[in-house]
């Protein structure tokens, strides 16, 4: 953590203990740091577990290893490596993944199956195995840690410590839901995105936590953005323990479902909103919200046209209300869209309609609006009514000069 | 041009005069500025046009006058507005045009559609038609002027004058070819991008020339980015006076065809990498060659996805040979991609392979290639013959500085 904190930043929250989740961190020393780097998380026996992972085409072993393992739908543990991404490093990579599944599934008399493992940092240097199992064995026997201990074991780049938490009633039963997350740059949508992980106690089946999990992340990490760009080992993974009190959640239509969904939702929304805010130099919350268009579908690739835009992010960094930089994205998003029918919100407040400038629009309260940290542009195609919104936030020098020193 | 000249710059060519070409320019003063800011180029009867605009579903009312007049397939005229690009103005927009192609057509005695006209700069301030008036009216009475000057009165934030020459011989007849060009940020491909216009004396009929032109356009203007942000107004037209003195090339068949093609392709190649030079901000101009795709396209895609890459573009900036996020940038791309079938280049030196580092590569030649100021990135794919090559400038302080201060 050796950048500036965000300015978007927020406090680490406090957060209910997980029965049947124990987390432990150490220091693997995967890079030249005094800091734990090799998170430990032990899962009571018959924990469910979904997960979502990168779209990329060249996924890291850690994420194959974890789509593989899903089919299996029970978990005992996570590994975490931070500073190491150990992807694109071909057999030797794999190997050390293999190496760390085999030691946990000895050390907790488990199917290698129910190991899940992460990695993140630099691309194209292999795990080092030694400094993995050096660290796992420090794990192995160090108290359990508290959730921002973990936070912080498992982050690379972020500025500051990112988790949420929220519950649901099933029934009379009260369910905790904890999620912790890293990241800050290579975050770009149409994938799981970075490494977060949920933990709850509730009681779940595997196949309906994948269902839900899924649906959530189309609806938070799927509508996130910093830079366009898609990580190699993004990772989502879902731990239900089971070790609430209430009857075993199995499909939608179970008593409660419909409300665990919505906290799993609410969760995945909370922490997707915590990567932007470390966006990578970031000084504003972008929200672009699209509707109008022929689809849902339409709506979302014109409102990602938005948020990556370079230009429409300098000029939200620069406090400027170029609407006419929004036009621009618009109209190069690939989608239907009619000049004359296209109408532009800055905080709130109409600036552009049917192909013209407001004339006279109130300036002020829109001034003031991007001098704010929270930014609104809202994009009406006026065509359908197809509607999407996504987060982003500003591109400043922050992000150059991060991006522009971080060696390999 | 208040910004530093770039560093990539190139030192303004010698050009001929193109017989049957006349430019003037004049103050219209579209901005607080004491420059030639509108341009009035007169053509010979009988000039063939061709031409290509943006693929932006947004275009300006100037790009949707070219793509109706390009029917006509004759140029008498064209006007260039520089310091408003009229876009997203509504009926008042499509008034100036009017206005402008008006005026022309009765001081040359032409037909409307025989002008041509291009505005660049703000969007969503409709071209003010007393300035545009005026300027005019001093470019009918003013002396011809230089291409330096023309250059120079179509741009706006370049901060060099670009412009570039070549010839053909046409059986014993050489035909000259000039073309001038602005543009430096909102530069994407798959669209004819920016402003350029080419000159030539040659006699080509119009359906040839706009044969010629897409060609060349899809090797050239389609193959660059510098900040993957379409332009509204991109247009690129061809104007052949046919004062040259031979046989009129009608067919690819025509003797002399292939000549012209390859010199035109030449041409628009040289201005399109004149635009990259003055990318905003660029230090470092690169190329990207992808080998080894599925298909051409898929090649020309993934090229994209890496010269698109902010990620890529900080760390060359940064002189990082970090070819991890070259992997990332394929992966990312959509395309079939096989990371253990990946290998990579810096400035032709392997440093990836099959899927992991090469293992004690000679870092010496790739960090002195990364030092200088031509960048060469190759990415072998591995699964078939489709190739592809585009260019792109690295993204440095400079982008966010002229971007998060340029005001509407």
Redesign the interface.
Known sequence: MTHPVSPLARPFPDLPAISGVTPRVARARYKDWDRCDLSFVELAPGTAVAGVT??????SPEVEWCRSALHQERARALVVSAGN?N???????RAAVEMVVNTVSTQLNCSVDEVFVSATG?????LPQDKARTGLEAAFIAEPCSWRDLTDAIGTTDTFAKAATTSAMIGDCRVELVGVIKGS??I?PDMATMLGYIFTDAAIAPALLQQMLSAANRQSFGCITV??????SDTVLAFATGQAQHALLETMGSPGADAFAAALADLCRQLAHLVVRDGEGASKFIEIRVTGAVSDESAHRIALSIA????VK??I??E??????V??????????????L?SIRFGGVEV?A????IEGYDEAPVTAHLKGSEILVEADIGLGSGRATVWTCD???G???I??????
């Open positions: 990168t779209t990329s085409k060249c996924p991404a992807a694109f490093t071909g057999g030797r990579g630099v691309i194209g240097v292999p740059g290579m770009a830079d366009s760009d898609t990580s190699t990556n835009s370079p230009l300098t000029a960094a620069g400027d209300a170029n609407w006419g930089r036009v621009m994205a618009v109209g190069k998003a690939g989608e239907p869209a009619e000049r004359d296209l552009a049917q192909g013209v400038v591109l400043t020098h992000y150059i000069s991006n522009a020193d971080y060696r390999s």
